[in-house]
């Protein structure tokens, strides 16, 4: 996972302690302030950290308050001086590192670039939340395991005029640094949330009027003739499996993209951007009609 990485023990992440106080606080990052060091704390097991210029430089943007340290390579102050700001604005720690620090954080294999971000476990929206808003359509996804996929996901839903996902708990990877990067900011106009029971879930949805679209390669109904004139709830399944068979007995249609070529089906990713695209474009279409 290329711009992830956990530590339990949080080894190179240093003390809240060596915190800047008074005027320095505000100006850029000063010669005299501690270099991170082995065993200079011990933090909170669910930080994680992520590394490289763009895809911190788009978490500042989006969320500067997710960020509880900044590590930002020694001499290289002047370049990430408002990057440095937005953080302490929001209460971050900013901490001078050497390079090799820097490398040892972000992996051997790794590109920091001269930059490592420290976050907080992504706070998710209560489901009643984003269920009391009726958005519409509403992607469900149930069993995406690779973070990338889910940036893609989110960034196509996004694009498409999403504004509400949500996540099952079980065997479905979460908001995580990865699916952050991958997202290039959607993830920060979303409203996520996780459900525990899914099949539970489709049936409130159903309840509150929605019809339930799962995408399955074999499904039934072709992606072009789902009918989009009520609110619609897709469901994506998991890379290899693809639904649940629990799902497919829930959902009022399952639909398939039409495939042309000699492989069987797309990646869940694109198959997302597919059908969410189609469901707009369906709905302008009638709208102009």
């Known amino acids: 996972m290329k711009n992830r990485r956990r530590s339990p023990h949080h080894s190179n992440l240093p003390s809240r302690t060596s915190r800047e106080a008074g005027p320095a606080a505000a100006g850029p990052l000063r010669g005299h302030e501690p270099q991170p060091r082995p065993g200079d704390a011990r933090g909170d097991e669910s930080t994680e950290i992520i590394f490289g210029v ?11 308050s997710r960020i509880t340290t900044l590590y930002v390579k020694a001499g290289l102050q002047a370049r990430f001086g408002p990057q440095i700001e937005a953080v302490r604005a929001s209460g971050g720690l900013v901490v001078p590192a050497a390079s090799e620090v820097l490398a040892r954080m972000a992996g051997s294999e790794a590109r920091h670039q001269g930059m490592i971000a420290a976050v907080r476990e992504y706070a998710y929206i209560p489901l009643e939340q984003v269920l009391a808003s009726k958005p519409d ?99 994506l399944g998991s890379e290899g499996r693809g639904i649940r068979e629990i799902v497919r007995k829930k959902a009022d249609f399952v639909v398939r993209i039409p495939m042309f070529g000699r492989l069987a089906s797309l990646n869940v990713a694109v198959a997302a951007a597919l059908a969410l695209f189609e469901i707009a474009r369906s709905r302008a279409s009638r709208a102009r009609a």
């Not at 763009?54 to 500067?64: C, D, G």
């Not at 290039?184 to 929605?210: F, I, M, P």
């Open 54 to 64: 763009e895809p911190v430089r788009e978490l500042i943007a989006a969320a500067a």
């Open 137 to 235: 359509p509403l992607l469900l996804i149930d069993g995406v395991t690779d973070p990338r996929n889910l940036g893609a996901i989110l960034r196509s839903a996004e694009c498409a005029g999403l504004d509400a996902i949500v996540l099952a708990k079980d065997h479905t990877v979460g908001l995580t640094p990865a699916a952050i990067k991958s997202s290039a900011g959607a993830w920060a106009h979303l409203k996520v949330a996780r459900c525990g029971n899914v099949a539970q879930t489709l049936e409130s949805l159903k309840a509150e009027g929605y019809w339930v679209a799962a995408m399955d390669p074999r499904g039934e109904t072709a992606l072009y003739d789902l009918d989009t004139s009520r609110r619609v709830a897709l469901v």
